[in-house]
């Protein structure tokens, strides 16, 4: 598991956009492992990490993100279950959609100059 004091820190160090951009691409990465099969204990400790990147996100929470962090937590607790690979994998990738379209950066003015 990796440092999570060093991770806070350079979360924190983001804007709050870049941050939700980081916390959506980590949520896209539990759903590619998932699909992968990655081994369950870095599957986990994914699962912890995102489950982190939500409680730090602080006054830029929302309902919808403490709600999405409930579901992530939920999921670790329960991790591995082999039925439900599909169903995570998806869950975890339409997270990270609704990550990202709270987080501004699609509408960004450096995102619509590369159209």
């Not at 992968?36 to 006054?59: K, N, P, Q």
């Not at 995570?88 to 379209?101: F, I």
């Not at 987080?103 to 159209?115: C, F, K, M, N, V």
């Given at each position: ?13 983001d804007m709050p956009a870049v941050r939700m951009g980081n916390l959506a691409s980590n ?43 409930r579901e992530i937590c939920r999921w670790r607790r329960a991790w591995p279950v082999e ?33």
């Open positions: 598991m990796r440092d999570m004091v060093r991770l806070r820190d350079r979360y924190l160090r949520l896209l990465r539990l759903g590619q492992w998932v699909g992968m099969r990655r081994s369950d204990e870095a599957v986990v400790d994914l699962m912890r990490e995102i489950a982190w990147m939500m409680e730090w996100s602080g006054e830029g929470a929302t309902v919808e993100l403490a709600e999405m962090q039925s439900a690979r599909s169903i995570l994998a998806l869950r975890a990738q339409q997270m990270s959609s609704r990550v990202l379209e709270f987080s501004g950066l699609l509408g960004s003015p450096a995102t619509r100059e590369h159209d």
